[in-house]
């Protein structure tokens, strides 16, 4: 995990809710590898999109959705 990862996934993580950790850690890890390999784009990014949302405490959203509208612009 490299250094914008680490702090992508703390600052995911605090914003989960507590009964989904796990899944969170889990699709975490599904993406960085993903990252690594060099297959994360942007239809990756829109099919994942859901499952990070359906997990994040709801005052959390819009923080969240900013973050990840941030990375998204940076994909093919």
Known sequence: MN???ELFYN???ERVKDDNK???KSLLED???K???GTFDRTYFQEIMPK???I???EAVEEVKKAMDHFASSLK
Do not use: R, T, Y
């Open 3 to 5: 250094q914008g990862q």
């Open 11 to 13: 600052f995911f993580i």
């Open 22 to 24: 796990e899944e969170a």
């Open 31 to 33: 993406s960085f590898e």
């Open 35 to 37: 990252q690594a390999e």
């Open 52 to 54: 990070f949302f359906a």
């Open 56 to 58: 994040v405490k709801p």
